[in-house]
């Protein structure tokens, strides 16, 4: 399985973007996807994940951020509304087979995708 991500932009304090994932050996009909970021000099978060129907997202990103999967099951978007500038950091698509109690976990997720920027301004 194989990801790619995109929609990274620069973007001030307010805005929105979206993410996409596209997934190709595999379709989002089987696999959970996740997004997860990474800020300069600190560890990589959970951001917000799919999983059999049900959508899970941080606290810091909670009525903020949507995570969906188009009707084609093989790319997952991440719309993020007011962005803010603690926001800013490299986002990665994660997919795997997560059980509960790791699904905000980096672990797990068996496949990721390439990061991609997103830099909010204030």
């Known amino acids: 399985v194989q990801l790619q991500a995109s929609g990274g932009g620069a973007v001030q304090a307010g805005d929105s973007l979206r993410l996409s994932c596209a997934a190709s050996?595999?379709?989002?009909?089987?696999?959970?996807a996740g997004w997860f970021r990474q800020a300069p000099g600190k560890e990589r978060e959970f951001v917000a994940a799919?999983?059999?129907?049900?959508?899970f997202y941080a606290d810091s990103v909670k009525g903020r951020f949507t995570i969906s999967r188009d009707t084609t099951r093989t790319t997952v978007h991440l719309l993020m509304n007011s962005l803010k500038p603690e926001d800013t950091a490299v986002y990665y698509c994660?997919?795997?087979?997560?059980?509960?109690?790791?699904?905000?976990?980096?672990?797990?997720?068996?496949?990721w995708g390439q990061g991609t920027q997103v830099t909010v301004s204030s």
């Open positions: 994660a997919a795997g087979y997560p059980i509960m109690s790791t699904i905000q976990t980096s672990s797990g997720y068996r496949y």
């Open positions: 050996g595999s379709t989002f009909n089987n696999l959970s």
């Open positions: 799919f999983r059999m129907g049900r959508t």
